[in-house]
């Protein structure tokens, strides 16, 4: 589904270059959910950044199936991610003018696909993470916790092939966290969405069949036991 192969990208930080990805490569498989393990500054958020389109490598390949991501032109890269990938930001990112409802719906707006799915799958989705009270509140009106599920609920709303997802549970209370990872666990089962999740919370091992270690943009792949 995916391969990625010898990513570098590099950051000039005064006189020093940062490494924040060196030479990664790894393929990632369709229904695979994967964990990349690594403490704060280890590269992680970087490499997910530039999985998903949003940040250019200074070397390397990402090649969704035949199409190589960077080859792609910026309208095109747009459409793709719209399409097919899906993000979980380290911070829930809802738009404050927007309702939740809305906030959720808003993918839809740049896919034709989905517009007859409009506010239907919305709904449901915002009912599994437990926010179906809140569907006309808006994001000032929420806890963080109930924003982070809001987004997660968004995440979804196209049906993405693969989610990225970037410390997806942090500002979660321990019983939220594990109703959002059976809901990870139960999307990836039933409806085949791939996972790439990067964190610093060993506790998501169990949900992912590999696993990495990221430290100082190198990655290595790492037996949990």
């Known amino acids: 589904m ?3 192969k010898g990513l570098h990208k590099n950051y000039k930080v005064g006189r020093d270059i940062i490494k924040a990805v060196d030479n990664v490569s790894f393929n990632v498989e369709k229904g695979d959910s994967i964990m990349i393990f690594g403490h704060s500054g280890s590269g992680k958020t970087t490499l997910l950044s530039i999985i998903g389109g949003l940040t250019k490598p200074d070397s390397g390949i990402i090649k969704y199936g035949d199409t190589e991501l960077w080859s792609l032109t910026d309208n095109d890269l747009s459409g793709f991610r719209n399409r097919r990938i899906n993000f979980i930001f380290q911070f829930s990112s809802l738009i ?15 896919n034709k696909a989905a ?54 549970t942090g500002d979660l209370d321990e019983e939220t966290e594990a109703e959002m990872l059976a809901l990870f666990r139960k999307m990836n089962v039933e409806n085949g969405i791939t996972f790439l999740i990067v964190t610093h919370n060993t506790d998501i091992a169990s949900q992912c069949n590999k696993h990495f270690v990221m430290n100082r943009g190198i990655l290595t792949p790492k037996d949990m036991g």
């Open 2 to 4: 995916l391969e990625i």
């Open 96 to 110: 404050p003018t927007l309702t939740v409802l809305e906030n959720v719906i808003l993918p839809t707006s740049f």
């Open 115 to 168: 517009d007859k799915h409009r506010g239907i799958d919305a709904k449901d989705l915002l009912f599994m993470v437990g926010l179906q009270d809140k569907l006309s509140a808006y994001p000032s009106q929420l806890s963080g916790g109930q924003q982070r599920r809001a987004a997660i609920a968004r995440a979804f709303i196209n049906n993405p092939e693969i989610i990225l997802a970037d410390e997806p």
